[in-house]
């Protein structure tokens, strides 16, 4: 006779903190205002003055610690790293599934922070002191397409956003992957890499004159935005095909 495949429950969300939509809905709104205030000419005064005052408060040692920082916002790195937990979980567990977090957050930062830095073609701050060495004023505005791709993709800094998407990867994966070893991860220790080397990233990219500070503002709302998505998947209860049966096993609640 027989048996009955087992059927898994509905998939409800994650919850996330805050709860609710209505932050997601505030940082949008929030990404779309500054958007649109820097497509209208406004906000460049604030822009110019935080720039001009790192520039002027940039001594050689403080550069390079700034450089040595910044490179916690690196997407390649990251995400290999992300994706060598992931992969080291799939092996201990026997299961597909941690693979699917890497795969989902690399697809969401690529469709959506690339292009938005193509569409919006801004110049860094940089730009006026190297090539292609514009007048100040004009490393300000968006929609400079006539510049070359590579001089026009500072909006928004792609070093925030993925430092708060591919951090909040590694803490989805570092918790079940150190179950694995009977160890368990300090909710403070969680909240820090969730915390710290984004805050660092935003810092020291503005402070280097990569990014202007809407950039990296505009960067740190959309990683938020992405974040919440990632964290509301229900990555244990996703349908797989039925050909991956025998590495269809949970990682999220996995003892």
């Not at 001089?151 to 694995?180: C, D, E, K, M």
Request: net charge positive; proline share 11%; glycine share 6%.
């Amino acid at each position: 006779m027989r048996g009955t495949p087992t059927v898994r429950p509905h998939a409800w969300l994650r919850p996330v903190r805050p709860a609710g939509w209505w932050f997601d809905v505030f940082l949008l709104t929030a990404f779309v205002a500054i958007t649109v205030a820097l497509a209208a000419g406004h906000l460049f005064g604030l822009d110019r003055a935080v720039a001009d005052w790192a520039a002027a408060h940039r001594p050689t040692v403080a550069f390079r610690v700034a450089m040595v920082f910044n490179y916690l916002g690196q997407g390649t790195p990251l995400t290999l790293l992300a994706t060598g937990l992931a992969v080291l979980l799939a092996v201990r567990l026997r299961s597909v599934r941690p693979v699917l977090v890497p795969v989902a957050g690399f697809a969401l930062t690529t469709l959506t922070v690339g292009p938005l830095k193509v569409w919006t073609a801004r110049p860094a701050p940089s730009a006026s002191v190297k090539e292609p060495f514009l007048p100040p004023e004009q490393t300000l505005p968006l929609f400079q397409d006539d510049l070359p791709l590579r001089f026009a993709q500072s909006y928004p800094s792609g070093h925030v956003a993925n430092a708060i998407v591919w951090y909040g990867v590694l803490a989805l994966l570092l918790a079940p992957l150190l179950r694995t070893y009977g160890r368990s991860v300090p909710p403070r220790l969680v909240l820090a890499l969730r915390i710290v080397p984004p805050v660092v990233v935003l810092c020291t990219t503005t402070y280097l004159g990569w990014h202007w500070l809407t950039d990296s503002v505009a960067g740190l709302l959309l990683g938020l935005l992405l974040d919440r998505i990632l964290h509301r998947v229900p990555w244990d209860d996703l349908p797989l095909p039925g050909r991956l049966r025998d590495l269809d096993r949970p990682f999220m609640t996995a003892p």
